[in-house]
């Protein structure tokens, strides 16, 4: 985990640095500094969490992919963004880079890289995800690039759209990510990935939210409860000054909506993705779900802008209160 969060953080402060090329070697060194000491700490701090998580869940006798998965999605980005506004915060005094303090973190968390992989390499349970966990991680970071993409653009136009970007997400990404769990913690205990395949696989709403299987029956429940969640976070987004924006019926009507099709949609792949990933031998929990919570922000982030568009949402300034 170390070693997947340390080299990710790099990648992802390179393509920062490719999109935005106006850097100086300070602020580079700051970056790059309260990146991989995010990453480091907060993949530590969930792992350790998650293991907490399961071994309490099973002492209760409740099922951990209810529970340690969604504490997983929900916790990363907080976690994440509060360390690292706090590590550049702590880096950056007086409009300043405490560069010395930088250069000893950077050094101090990149060096043993060659060690955390060397001891992944050899334990037998990590052996595989060092080799091949790779991609999902990478191709997850670049989808989620993506929707962060669109947010910005998205900001220049509807600066209110940042207060629930992370609502429909967030929401988004946590119901995907049970019901991937729930179907991958199904096909383990049937079997080893490759061996034991599902009978049918194609991507679709029938299958998926019309079957007689037990995945089905949870999936309509799942999106049962993004309409009461939507609504239920908007009116505390509302209520807190948050969106400085008036509710009106059509935007609170499209935005539902869009969160609805948002997970209608990350319903259908994941079921359709667990059990090809499952077909081809690898472990849908290393694969799919940092794929179905990456493509989470890229959708949500898209329908939300759509919302915004469709219902003409306000173009000035964040602190206008204005309706459709």
Known sequence: IQAQALVVALLATAIALVVEQDFSPSHILLLVSSSVFSASVASALLASLMILIILISQRLRINPDNVATPFAASLGDLVTLGLLSMVAQGLYRNEVVHVPMAIALV??????????????????????????GWIPVIAAMCISSGGGFVLAKAIGEWPSIAAYTPIINGIGGNLVAVQASRISTSLHSNGVPGVQHSSQM??????????????????????????????LFLFVVHAMDLGHTVLTPPFMAGYVLAAVLQVVVLLMVADWMVRYVWKMGWDPDNIAIPFLT????????????????????SRSSPTNHITS
Do not use: E, M
């Not at 493509?295 to 919302?307: E, H, V």
């Open 294 to 313: 990456a493509l989470g922000d890229l959708l949500g982030t898209s329908f939300l802008a759509l919302c915004f568009l469709i219902t003409g949402r």
């Open 107 to 132: 050094t101090i968390l990149l060096v043993p890289i060659p060690l955390w992989c060397y001891l992944a390499y050899q334990n037998p349970i990590t052996h595989n995800v060092l080799l091949f």
């Open 202 to 231: 194609y991507l679709g709403p029938h299958r998926t939210f019309f079957s007689l299987r037990q995945d089905s029956k949870t999936a309509v429940v799942l999106v049962l409860l993004v309409i009461p969640g939507s609504a």
